[in-house]
């Protein structure tokens, strides 16, 4: 079974606008941590977001907030007021304890935001 | 300040060829990766090092070796390059802690004919 879900391969957005990406995760573990990267048209991956299993709030960075809900083992990434540089495919990856330090990444979604 | 640098950033081989895929850190990270990405299958982890000396298989680790023999430097090798490891290899590192990510190099596109 696949350890990270991204259920959506690709989406659009309008400019301006909000969107959310989908990320499931199974783990049986009670400290894990989750990761959003992006990945632009030129290839390199940039990371965007971390949330621990164990914070109580929703992690927020600039633009980008991750909607955590464990009991569904979801952490969705948020992108507010899109942008045309948004555009790229967004992975979402989680590292479970004592897994030296590996990520166990999701296929990916391309998000395509539109003028 | 480079951080995760891969070198070389293009190749193509023939089948049946070996080659070498160097990354190189200035972060002073303990732990290295090298992934593997293919379309629609996100990274996949082929091997990886929790310290200079140190190496382990990760997901795909077949038809691969690795080298770890000074802190700053992860070796990825090929010796006899097939059309199934075309792909884009990317070089990660990772310092410890709870709440640091991986840092990527730019990756490799590799394509065997």
């Known amino acids: 079974a696949q350890k990270i879900t991204q259920t959506q391969p690709g989406m659009f957005v309008q400019e301006k606008e909000a969107v959310t990406l989908d990320c499931t995760y199974d783990t049986s573990d009670q400290s894990y941590g989750l990761f959003w990267y992006k990945q632009p048209s030129s290839g390199e991956m940039i990371f965007l977001i971390y949330q621990g299993s164990y914070d109580e709030q929703n992690a927020t960075e600039g633009r980008y907030s991750l909607n955590f809900q464990k009991a569904r083992k979801s952490a969705n990434l948020v992108i507010s007021a899109s942008q045309l540089g948004d555009s790229a495919m967004y992975f979402c990856a989680m590292r479970e304890r004592g897994s030296q330090g590996n990520l166990i990444f999701g296929k990916g979604t391309k998000l395509s935001v539109k003028p | ?113």
């Open chain 2, 1 to 113: 300040n480079a951080g995760v640098t891969q070198t070389p950033k293009f190749r193509v081989l023939k089948t049946g060829q070996s080659m070498t895929l160097l990354c190189a850190q200035d972060m002073n990270h303990e732990y290295m990766y090298w992934y593997r990405q293919d379309p629609g299958m996100g990274l996949r982890l082929i091997h990886y090092s929790v310290g200079e000396g140190t190496t382990a298989k990760g997901e795909v680790p077949d038809g691969y070796n690795v080298s770890r023999l000074k802190k700053q430097n992860f070796l990825l090798g090929l010796e006899s390059a097939a059309p199934s490891q075309t792909s884009v290899y990317f070089c990660a590192t990772y310092g410890g802690g709870t709440v640091q990510p991986q840092h990527f190099g730019d990756g490799t596109r590799l394509s065997i004919l």
